[in-house]
């Protein structure tokens, strides 16, 4: 374990939420936050599937976006910057900064949805560990319990394919 590696578990657990959290059923959920990856090419169709489904069950809900991406000169953000979590917003320890931190905690929210695997995933750990959601539902593999619903994706699964399959296990739940 490298220097980094151990100063980034000892912010994690120092600064990760304390109140306790737990399995959810989806009819005591009123607010959902949802983080996906820009960088997937059906995320667009993934973000019109998620707000559909928020309306669905009644549920007010938000898109977080992850966007790692080296832009071009000309090339512009297709998101919301208050809602998006740029390489820039990261500190040296791979956290994101305060005012990201806010907008998230700012929501109150009962659920938090993660879709994307990305290759260092310490940016979504940490923004997903230190959130107050009483249920985190997120992918296998980050290790240090902080999702209460693990699922594991395939290799080749988009977003989209994940969300469906979480929406199952959550409809299951009552």
């Not at 938090?112 to 310490?122: G, N």
Request: proline share 4%.
């Amino acid at each position: 374990m490298s220097v980094k590696d151990t100063l980034r578990a000892f912010l994690l657990k120092r600064n990760r939420c304390k109140e306790p959290t737990g399995i959810v059923p989806l009819g005591k959920v009123h607010k959902v936050v949802t983080i996906m990856n820009v960088d997937d090419p059906q995320y667009d169709v993934c973000r019109d599937t998620i707000q559909a489904w928020y309306r669905k069950n009644n549920i007010r809900g938000e898109v977080f976006f992850i966007d790692f991406r080296k832009l071009i000169e000309k090339e512009r953000l297709t998101t919301s910057i208050t809602n998006t979590i740029l390489r820039k917003d990261l500190d040296i320890f791979g956290r994101p900064k305060a005012d990201k931190m806010r907008v998230l905690e700012n929501l109150k929210a009962d659920m938090v949805i993660v879709l994307p695997t990305i290759e260092d995933s310490y940016p979504l750990d940490y923004l997903v560990a230190c959130c107050h959601a009483g249920c985190r539902v997120g992918r296998t593999g980050c290790g240090g319990g902080i999702y209460d619903i693990e699922l594991t994706p395939d290799k080749e699964m988009t977003q989209l394919e994940f969300f469906h399959a979480i929406i199952v296990w959550l409809e299951k739940i009552q």
